[in-house]
């Protein structure tokens, strides 16, 4: 099935003060998948890493200009297009500061966009439907440009596209309630003109979005009401132009989306494959009113893949680029990465598994997906009947209860019988779409479990957070119910698969864990690999001595000479200050199952600038000893590599070191006046510094590196020679 994985910030939005706006116009892929540029809605164009959430560049235009549509990049020319004013063609390289000192052109009539795509030139859409190629534009800016459109005909969406280097321009255009395609093709010139069928009296496509394939173009447009369509025109033997004259488009309906109550307002569908398209600002179907959310669907099978909430106001904005979905809500621009397998109908009902051959041959001659769409108890041959046949045949026959009936069933039945029933409705074959029963399970689950404190089950809700098909947003009262239980095996289980746990939960789990007692924590039972994992590290031996990953037990020259106090005490006096807070370093501060889970914090996805607020709620004694425990796995990984085994899931040095700075930043100076945490802040603040050494050196190394790569190879010379390289 298709996946929605954890998603991160870019960058924090300013939106319009009615908040009807995001305040991006456009999003566009620049150099390559990990680079993109973001046009706000008025003055400006910046550069971002994505997977590094920071800006690499931004350019403005002056006071008073704004830019009419959203910038490109010219992959060929290493150049970025934009226009202001609708007639001032703008184009600049990355290293040019000021854009009003780049090239600019005014052309003779309102620009609507500009489009590139890799391996193409840009193009530039007027806004009465010419098209032109940009360079033939720039060498005659003031060149006339014809009208296309009718005088009430208004162009509503475009894009570009590149089929077997052919380009087209698409744009759809409304003109009194009809609404119109058009396919222009560059080179040679030619442009064919397409009525789309009407829909309800009154409504408009909300957004458009279009992909080719096997060289038939394919237009999916969403409605208010919800129903998705797809057009499919062919590029193959397009012939000329045929004036005035509108052909009528056929349209087939893909998906019926549940809108509830009314019509969409904000939403956007986008097409991820030739069988899955994103669509947000539609309601999950599980979920109440009110909740906006970014859902896979695939369309062959008309089955909810995924679904993950998103917090704040939906505008209706979604752009997709190398498997990530990039949306706008409330004040973030959020990067949603996800994933989509080849749709198959095993896939569809989640059913695919990687079964063995023998298995394969077996079940070749028994005809189960009669049991999967239509539940028909088809009898298998004598022959191909086996022990575990026999035993699935008389479990299907048993009666057994719908979804809707144990759910009824939950609010009132003893909690024995509760867990037999879900049980066995999770493992019965019937369930064609597990993720909107798994969710209305949990929630009637833990509803009764807040109103009857006699009932709880564990076990049950166990399996099904192990399902995957649950998150925080589906059930959010699920993990503060188990650490009201002190279930916490249940706790490391919702950390370790809900992909959008809330910081706020977080900290919620962090300050439980940290201040219960760890006879309490003992007395649970926890996932095996990180009971193993802890049991190692607190076991292992210390690491050789001397310099590794960046840091040793004795301070070198350079830190002794850095750490020196005020009252002017001697470096040695100094460095055997230190070593009793560092040997006390290399024992454990909390006990084993309470590490466990506290790594489980220590692993979570967490924004910096949500969790800081929350983090200053811990006190002074808690985050002391969440440093203590801190400082203590830093020094087991940085002398013995053999902690971080690639089998276990185990917090990495990287996430150590952040969970030190976010701590010392919510409480640096309540820390500096305890007088028990003077050697600790001594100690982190070498840690620190030794990290930033390595990260230097690994720097120093990587230029030097590129400097090989740059040196041209020079030709061999005789049999032997040898070859000297100064690095500086």
């Given amino acids: 099935m298709a996946a929605?994985?954890?998603?991160?910030?870019?960058?924090?939005?300013?939106?319009?003060?009615?908040?009807?706006?995001?305040?991006?116009?456009?999003?566009?892929?620049?150099?390559?998948?990990?680079?993109?540029?973001?046009?706000?809605?008025?003055?400006?164009?910046?550069l971002y890493k994505v997977s590094d959430q920071k800006p690499l560049g931004s350019w403005t235009v002056k006071q008073g200009q704004t830019l009419s549509c959203s910038a490109?990049?010219?992959?060929?020319?290493?150049?970025?297009?934009?226009?202001?004013?609708?007639?001032?063609?703008?184009?600049?390289?990355?290293?040019?500061?000021?854009?009003?000192?780049a090239f600019k052109a005014t052309v003779s009539s309102n620009v609507w966009r500009v489009h590139c795509v890799s391996g193409g030139e840009p193009v530039v859409l007027f806004?009465?439907?010419?098209?032109?190629?940009?360079?033939?534009?720039?060498?005659?800016?003031?060149?006339?440009?014809?009208?296309?459109?009718?005088?009430?005909?208004?162009?509503?969406?475009?894009?570009?596209?590149?089929?077997?280097?052919?380009?087209?321009?698409?744009?759809?255009?409304?003109?009194?309630?009809?609404?119109?395609?058009?396919?222009?093709?560059?080179?040679?010139?030619?442009?064919?003109?397409y009525r789309l069928e009407r829909e309800e009296p009154g409504l408009c496509p909300l957004s458009f979005s279009a992909s080719c394939r096997e060289k038939r173009i394919s237009l999916l447009y969403l409605y208010p009401n919800g129903r998705v369509y797809q057009s499919v025109v062919s590029v193959r033997g397009l012939g000329?132009?045929?004036?005035?004259?509108?052909?009528?488009?056929p349209r087939s309906l893909q998906l019926d989306l549940p809108v509830g109550e009314g019509l969409l307002g904000a939403a956007s569908a986008v097409v991820l494959d030739e069988a899955h398209v994103a669509v947000v600002g539609v309601p999950h179907p599980s979920a109440g009113a009110g909740k906006d959310f970014l859902c896979i669907w695939n369309t062959n099978f008309q089955t909810l893949q995924a679904g993950k909430e998103m917090a704040g106001k939906i505008y209706g904005q979604l752009w997709n680029f190398s498997s990530k979905l990039f949306i706008p809500h409330g004040k973030t621009l959020s990067v949603i990465p996800y994933d989509c397998p080849k749709s198959s109908l095993a896939a569809a009902l989640g059913k695919l598994k990687q079964a063995k051959t023998e298995e394969c041959k077996a079940a070749a001659s028994v005809?189960?997906?009669?049991?999967?769409?239509?539940?028909?108890?088809?009898?298998?041959?004598?022959?191909?009947?086996?022990?575990?046949?026999?035993t699935n045949r008389k479990i299907q026959s048993s009666p057994s209860l719908t979804v809707d009936q144990v759910l009824e069933l939950i609010k009132t039945a003893p909690v024995e019988e509760v867990q037999k029933e879900v049980e066995g409705l999770l493992s019965r074959a019937e369930i064609q779409d597990l993720q909107p029963s798994a969710g209305q399970l949990a929630s009637a689950l833990v509803c009764r479990s807040l109103?009857?404190?006699?009932?709880?089950?564990?076990?049950t809700l166990a399996q099904l957070v192990h399902t995957q098909c649950l998150c925080h947003s589906v059930c959010p009262e699920l993990l503060l119910l188990a650490l009201e239980r002190k279930d916490y095996f249940l706790c490391q289980l919702c950390l370790q698969l809900f992909p959008d746990i809330p910081e706020a939960i977080t900290c919620a789990c962090l300050k439980a864990f940290i201040s219960m007692p760890d006879g309490d924590a003992e007395m649970e039972s926890l996932e095996p690999d990180s009971v193993s994992f802890m049991e190692t590290l607190i076991s292992s031996g210390r690491g050789q001595d001397g310099l590794q990953n960046g840091f040793g037990d004795a301070p070198s020259e350079e830190e002794r000479s850095d750490t020196v106090s005020g009252d002017g005490a001697a470096p040695k006096a100094r460095t055997e200050d230190q070593t009793p807070s560092i040997q006390s370093g290399q024992i454990c501060p909390v006990g084993l199952h309470k590490a466990i889970l506290l790594n489980e914090i220590l692993q979570t996805a967490y924004s910096e600038s949500f969790l800081l607020p929350h983090l200053k709620d811990l006190s002074s004694q808690q985050v002391t000893l969440f440093l203590q425990y801190l400082q203590f796995l830093y020094l087991r990984y940085v002398q013995d590599d053999a902690t971080q085994t690639p089998g276990f899931r185990s917090p990495t040095l990287t996430q150590l070191m952040d969970w030190v700075c976010l701590l010392l930043d919510a409480h640096f100076t309540v820390l500096v006046m305890t007088p028990e945490a003077k050697g600790l802040l001594r100690n982190l603040h070498t840690f620190v510094k030794s990290q930033v050494r390595l990260v230097s050196e690994l720097g120093k190394i990587e230029g030097s590196l590129q400097e090989l790569n740059k040196m041209k190879t020079t030709q061999e010379v005789g049999q032997y020679s040898i070859e000297i390289i100064e690095l500086f």
């Fill in 72 to 101: 490109v990049y010219n992959l060929q020319t290493k150049e970025y297009v934009a226009v202001s004013d609708s007639k001032v063609i703008r184009v600049w390289k990355e290293e040019d500061v000021l854009l009003d000192k």
């Fill in 240 to 249: 000329a132009d045929e004036g005035a004259q509108a052909l009528p488009l």
């Fill in 367 to 390: 005809p189960s997906w009669n049991n999967i769409l239509h539940g028909e108890k088809a009898q298998p041959p004598r022959t191909a009947e086996t022990r575990k046949t026999r």
């Fill in 451 to 459: 109103a009857d404190p006699a009932f709880y089950t564990s076990s």
């Fill in 4 to 46: 929605l994985y954890e998603g991160y910030t870019l960058y924090g939005l300013v939106p319009a003060p009615n908040l009807a706006d995001s305040g991006i116009q456009g999003i566009e892929q620049e150099r390559d998948s990990d680079h993109v540029l973001v046009t706000d809605s008025t003055r400006s164009v910046t």
């Fill in 127 to 193: 806004q009465r439907g010419a098209v032109r190629l940009l360079e033939s534009l720039l060498a005659a800016p003031q060149q006339p440009v014809e009208d296309i459109l009718a005088p009430e005909e208004t162009i509503r969406w475009s894009t570009h596209i590149v089929v077997d280097t052919q380009q087209f321009v698409i744009f759809t255009t409304e003109q009194r309630g009809d609404h119109f395609l058009y396919l222009q093709r560059l080179n040679p010139n030619t442009l064919q003109r």
